[in-house]
T-cell receptor, first 113, second 112 residues
Framework: GENVEQHPSTLSVQEGDSAVIKCTYS??????FPWYKQELGKGPQLIID?????GEKKDQRIAVTLNKTAKHFSLHITETQPEDSAVYFC????????????FGPGTSLSVIP | NAGVTQTPKFRILKIGQSMTLQCAQDMNHNYMYWYRQDPGMGLKLIYY???????DKGEVPNGYNVSRSTTEDFPLRLELAAPSQTSVYFC???????????FGSGTRLTVV
C-alpha cells in the first residue's frame, strides 16, 4: 500500500525566513496531494492541495510543488510569521479509494519572532 | 456553521470499559472518517463511510466498531478499552471521497 514519508520532523526558522517541508510517496497511482495544518489543540485544517496534472500551485505565501517522476512533493512557506507555527501534515490519495488517503508523520514548525 | 462536532473532548476510561465517541456534521457530506493520532505517527484511518448504511475498515480497525444510520452522524464504539487505544481521535467528513477533509477538534482518550 501507499507509504508517505515526511522530513524534517521538526523545523525552526526565524520570522521572515522561508520554510520547506518535503514528502515522498510510494504509490505511483496517487494523484492528489493535500497539506494540512494542525494548531495546538485543534483538528487538522486543509491549507493547500495539488493534483497530479499540475507541477506547482501557489496561494499567497504558501506554495506546493510536485515531481511525479521522483514521487515527491514539497510545501514552501515564505515570509514566515509566528502564526505559521503548527504541525504540518502531507498526504497522498489514490484515484478512487477512500481508504488510501495516507498521511505523513508530520512536521512541527516553530517560527521564532 | 458548526462543521464537524466531536464529543466528548476528553475522556478517561478504565481497561475493559466501553464508550462511544460521537461525531456529527452539518455539511451534508456523504463521506465520513475516523482517524487516530499518536505522537510522531501521523493520522491512521480506523473506519470510514461513503454514505448512510455503508461502512468499511481502514488501516487500524481492530478494537473499534462504527455505524452510520444517518448522513449526519458517525459514532465510533470502543467495546473493551485497552491501553493501546490511548490516543487522540479525529472525525472528518468530505464532499468527495478522499478530497478536502473537514476535521473535528478531536477527542483525547486515555485508557488506564
Amino acid at each position: 500500500g501507499e507509504n508517505v514519508e515526511q522530513h524534517p520532523s521538526t523545523l525552526s526558522v526565524q520570522e521572515g525566513d522561508s520554510a520547506v517541508i518535503k514528502c515522498t510517496y510510494s504509490d505511483s497511482a496517487s494523484n492528489y496531494f493535500p497539506w494540512y495544518k494542525q494548531e495546538l489543540g485543534k483538528g487538522p485544517q486543509l491549507i493547500i492541495d495539488i493534483r497530479s496534472n499540475v507541477g506547482e500551485k501557489k496561494d499567497q505565501r504558501i506554495a506546493v510543488t510536485l515531481n511525479k517522476t521522483a514521487k515527491h512533493f514539497s510545501l514552501h512557506i515564505t515570509e514566515t510569521q509566528p502564526e505559521d507555527s503548527a504541525v504540518y501534515f502531507c498526504a497522498a490519495s489514490g484515484k478512487t479509494s477512500y481508504d488510501k488517503v495516507i498521511f505523513g508523520p508530520g512536521t512541527s514548525l516553530s517560527v521564532i519572532p | 456553521n458548526a462543521g464537524v462536532t466531536q464529543t466528548p473532548k476528553f475522556r478517561i476510561l478504565k481497561i475493559g470499559q466501553s464508550m462511544t465517541l460521537q461525531c456529527a456534521q452539518d455539511m451534508n457530506h456523504n463521506y465520513m472518517y475516523w482517524y487516530r493520532q499518536d505522537p510522531g505517527m501521523g493520522l491512521k484511518l480506523i473506519y470510514y463511510s461513503v454514505g448512510a448504511g455503508i461502512t468499511d475498515k481502514g488501516e487500524v480497525p481492530n478494537g473499534y466498531n462504527v455505524s452510520r444510520s444517518t448522513t449526519e452522524d458517525f459514532p465510533l464504539r470502543l467495546e473493551l478499552a485497552a491501553p493501546s487505544q490511548t490516543s487522540v481521535y479525529f472525525c472528518a467528513s468530505s464532499h468527495r471521497g478522499g478530497y478536502g477533509y473537514t476535521f473535528g477538534s478531536g477527542t483525547r482518550l486515555t485508557v488506564v
